[in-house]
Structure formats: structure tokens, C-alpha cells
């Protein structure tokens, strides 16, 4: 889903310009000196779904979620489909490369396929999103955890126990995850009752707390958690059965984001304060995309309810799948959403920036770059 935020225009590596949207005033902050950047993580290690997912899917046989095909990637390098649900990078790139990396980290599948480099490659640090993936098994989550064990087993061959559990401490964890458990919730309940919607987010936030707590006891530190967005705006959204006016988002699906997002708040708040070094930054998804709707001429957009790719009403009907024909816009810079759930390279480059740099109106209790910066 779309992950985008209060406008953090890059103007160098290490420059950027802020963009308020409450009061609209314009401040620039140009940082040239090293030691005034936020220091680079030992690794950064990525878990959640397609909004963060490089290329896993195509190395699941069985995957029908998939973007390893054109229009997805046109502005990529040489137009080519990586898998990324994007028209080019995806808010994991971006991230990665704000922190100093020149690429992001390989798919855990990908680099267990290729024997030859996946050493090397793991030590800078991997990822293991998936596109359709969900915190509650049923929804399709992959088995991460188990995956990142492996990951930490190979590193304590190379390096030793001592110095693996160091690199875990200093490194980032990037988790973006929730929105399918909470979509399929209200596709396969539609009458569901209050209680029950609360019930289901109890069980889902617990069951978040058992994989963050599995990765802690993995090495995991330092985690950098993206919350669900206002799914209810997403063209998808807006053209299906919860909708009664394509032009409003749907309220059901975004007070369910909004009820989850209370619920990871306390969450983090209490597992910081039962697990000795466990620190956090929660990226407020839902207020940076809301800023974006709500002026979006402010942030540089000219539609942020149809879909780039896709087809039908505001194209959100139909897929961004070549075989299907999709309609295919030619400013991307100015559209919010790639296709039915997926922010464009642009919104993801917005919603990165925030996150690692925004104030607490976005980012609580500190942002990403504030947190890889305690030592």
C-alpha cells in the first residue's frame, strides 16, 4: 500500500528539502558534512509485504502475486520487471540508499540460489519481504523467520557469535507489513461485527509481538516498522464491493488501519520496555498518505486516486499485467498509486525521506536515521 509522506525533496545525498503540510511553510535544510549524516548500519534486513517486496515472488513457483513483468519497472534502469510492484524503486530502495548503500539488499531467495556470491551477499544484509505476505499465516506470510536464522547461522560461520551479535545490534530491521491481514479481513467477513473486527486485531497484534520477539531473540535490535496506510483510498479500494463513491476512500478499511496502528503504538511501547536494547521508530504510514490527499498540489500530484497502470475505473479494476492490456500514464511523477494497492517510485522516494528524517508528527518516538545513530 501506499507509503508516502509530508514532502522530502532530495536535493543531494546528503541535502533535503521540508515540506510542512500544516502550516505550508517551506524549510530547507542543506547538510554537506559527513558528520552531520546519520552513520551507515552494519546491515539492513527487510521483512512485510509487496510494498517492500525486490524480486522474492519470482522465485516462488506457486506465487500469484507477481511483478516480475512489464509495465512494472519502466523506470528502472533499462525498463526491466525486477518484481518490485513499482514503476521503479520501491520504498526499500529507497531507504537502503539514504543510509549509504548503493543497492538494496538481495532477496533471501535469490542470494540461496546463487551459492557463489550469497556470503558476501548476506553480510551487507538481506531481504525477505513478500509480495501477499501477512502477519497471520493464513494470509500468506512466508516463513522470515526461520529464513533469517539461516541468514544468522551463515554469518556466525563467517564472523563468530560475538561478532554477529555486535552487527545485529548496530543494524537496521525494516518491517512493512499488516494491510493484507487487515483486506482480508473485510473481504472474507463483510458483516463482521465490531467486537469481532476487535477481537481480530488483538489476535494480529499478538501475533505481531511473537515475530518481533522472534527476531530479538535472533539479534534483532534496532527496528524500523512502517504501519498500514489509509488502505481505504488505494484505487482498488475505491472501485470494489466496500465502495458507494469512487471519489472517497472507504472509511471501514481505514479505521481498521487506524484501530492497528493504536495497537503496534502499544505494542512497541511495552516490548521496549521488557527487552533489554530493544529500540524502535514506527513510521506513521496513514498520517503521511493523508497529508498527501488532502492538498496534494502541495506535495507535486495531480491524482491521487486513479491508478497509473491498470485498467477500468481509475484503472483500479484491473491489473498492471501486460496480457490484460493496462493503461499506462506518462507522468508518473505526478500520481500517487503505481497501480490497484502500490505508491509509485515517486511517493515511495517521499515516504523514505520521511521516514528517515521526518519529525514526530510522522515518525515516533524518533525517525529511522535518529535511531541507526544510537550507539
Known amino acids: 500500500m501506499a507509503k508516502a509522506a509530508d514532502l522530502l525533496l532530495c536535493v543531494s545525498s546528503f541535502s533535503f528539502l521540508v515540506i510542512f503540510h500544516t502550516s505550508l511553510v517551506v524549510l530547507v535544510a542543506v547538510t554537506n558534512a559527513d558528520d ?11 521483512f512485510g509485504d509487496s510494498t517492500v ?7 516462488l513457483n506457486n506465487s500469484h502475486s507477481r511483478a516480475d513483468f512489464f509495465p512494472n519497472g519502466v523506470d528502472f534502469p533499462y525498463s526491466v520487471p525486477t518484481g518490485r510492484f513499482s514503476n521503479g524503486l ?7 540508499r539514504l543510509f549509504g548503500y548503493k543497492r538494496s539488499p538481495q532477496p533471501f531467495l535469490y542470494s540461496l540460489n546463487h551459492q557463489s556470491t550469497f556470503k558476501r551477499d548476506i553480510l551487507q544484509g538481506v531481504n525477505f519481504a513478500s509480495g501477499g505476505s501477512g502477519i497471520f499465516n ?25 561478532a554477529t551479535e555486535i552487527m545485529f545490534s548496530k543494524s537496521l530491521f525494516v518491517i512493512s507489513i499488516g494491510s493484507n491481514d487487515l483486506f482480508e479481513l473485510v473481504k472474507w467477513y463483510p458483516n463482521i461485527t465490531s467486537l469481532a473486527k476487535d477481537e481480530y486485531l488483538e489476535t ?15 539479534g534483532a535490535r534496532k527496528f524500523g516498522i512502517i504501519s498500514v496506510p489509509p488502505i481505504g483510498c488505494c484505487p482498488a479500494a475505491r472501485v470494489g464491493p466496500k465502495s ?6 472507504v472509511e471501514e478499511l481505514n479505521n481498521l ?6 495497537k503496534t503504538e502499544d505494542l512497541l511501547q511495552k516490548l521496549s520496555s521488557e527487552l533489554k536494547g530493544l529500540m524502535y521508530s514506527l513510521g506513521n504510514a496513514y498520517e503521511m498518505t493523508m497529508s498527501i490527499l488532502e492538498d496534494p498540489l502541495a506535495f507535486g ?40 494497492y502500490h505508491p509509485t517510485e515517486y511517493a515511495s522516494e517521499l515516504a523514505a525521506l520521511t521516514l528517515y528524517g521526518g519529525g514526530t508528527r510522522y515518525v515516533t518516538p524518533i525517525n529511522f536515521s535518529q535511531l541507526v545513530a544510537i550507539k
Do not use: M
Not at 36 to 46: D, M, R, T, Y
Not at 90 to 96: K, T
Not at 257 to 262: G, M
Not at 308 to 319: A, H, R, Y
Open 301 to 340: 500530484f495531480k491524482d491521487t486516486q486513479s491508478a497509473c497502470c491498470g485498467s477500468g475505473k481509475l484503472n483500479g479494476v484491473f491489473p498492471c499485467f501486460f496480457l490484460l492490456g493496462p493503461n499506462l500514464c506518462p507522468n508518473r511523477r505526478e500520481v500517487l498509486f503505481w497501480d490497484l
Open 36 to 46: 552531520q549524516v546519520a552513520p551507515k548500519p552494519a546491515a539492513i534486513f527487510i
Open 244 to 249: 458507494n463513491d469512487s471519489s472517497v476512500c
Open 138 to 162: 493464513q494470509t500468506g506470510k512466508k516463513d522470515y523467520v526461520k529464513q533469517f536464522a539461516t541468514v544468522r547461522g551463515n554469518i556466525t560461520e563467517l564472523i563468530g557469535l560475538g
Open 257 to 262: 488501519a487506524l484501530t492497528f496502528l493504536a
Open 53 to 59: 517486496d525486490v524480486g522474492t515472488n519470482q522465485w
Open 90 to 96: 520501491n520504498s526499500a530502495d529507497q531507504i537502503v
Open 204 to 218: 494480529l497484534k499478538l501475533n505481531y509481538s511473537n515475530h518481533l520477539k522472534d527476531l530479538y531473540n535472533l
